[in-house]
Structure formats: structure tokens, C-alpha cells
């Protein structure tokens, strides 16, 4: 019962017009922080390696640190930004294209937990 060719900017009085986008700026974050806990894991992942193999000289493991952190801090930043900037355009555009967005949410947390399960699955057989 939503018309999807509403502009929330437009219909300030109808609270309906609001859901999808704030269903959207949740699942957005969600998904950013599934994303950030699996490159952590990652991360720990390759530092415990390196911590085995000594044979990595220390110009290598500060390049690739220096790398992670601006990674991390790209990541962190998107992980605000990101959002902000697409509720501003859900506000001004049709309720349509917020709700193409948080379908693409559910499904982009749908594919990562999925994923995390068979990587883990893997590992586990692989430590048996």
C-alpha cells in the first residue's frame, strides 16, 4: 500500500514515505560492519602467518602495514559517509530507488553471511 513514485522531501506529513529509508540506512550499516569484521578477520589471519614465517624482511611487512591502516581508514570513513550520502539522495528521490537499495542490503548481508559460513566451514576441515 506504498506508492513508490512518493518523494519523502515532498510528503513531509506521511511518516510511511520514511521506513524504507531508515530500513535502508540500517541495513547499509550492517552490511558495512560485516564487511569490516571479515577484513579484520583477514587481517589476523595474515599477521599470524607472517609472525610464523620468518623469512619476511621488515621493508615488506611495513609496506603492507602501512598499506592496511590507509585501507582501515578509508574504510572507517566510507563506513559514515557512505550512508549520509545515500539517505540525502533517498529523501530527494523516489521511494523506488531506496527500496532498490535495501534489497540490495539484504542481499549483499544475505551473500556475506553465507560466505563467512563456507569459509569457515572450510577452515575447519582444514584444521582437522
Known amino acids: ?27 547499509s550499516f550492517l552490511s558495512i560492519k560485516l564487511t569490516t569484521n571479515a577484513q579484520k578477520k583477514d587481517k589476523e589471519q595474515k599477521e599470524n602467518i607472517e609472525q610464523n614465517n620468518e623469512e619476511v624482511s621488515m621493508v615488506k611487512k611495513d609496506n603492507s602495514d602501512e598499506m592496511l591502516d590507509s585501507m582501515n581508514q578509508m574504510s572507517n570513513s566510507m563506513l559514515y559517509m557512505m550512508p549520509i ?15 532498490y537499495w535495501f534489497v540490495s542490503n539484504i542481499l549483499m548481508i544475505i551473500e556475506r553471511l553465507v560466505i ?9 576441515q582444514e584444521n582437522e
Not at 1 to 17: A, H, Q, Y
Not at 19 to 26: A, D, G, R, S
Open 116 to 124: 563467512n559460513k563456507v569459509i569457515k566451514g572450510k577452515e575447519e
Open 1 to 27: 500500500g506504498l506508492d513508490l513514485s512518493k518523494v519523502p522531501s515532498e510528503n513531509l506529513g506521511d511518516f510511511r514515505v520514511y521506513i524504507i529509508p531508515v530500513l535502508y540506512v540500517l541495513t
Open 85 to 99: 550520502m545515500s539517505i540525502s539522495i533517498a529523501v530527494i528521490a523516489p521511494l523506488g530507488l531506496a527500496l
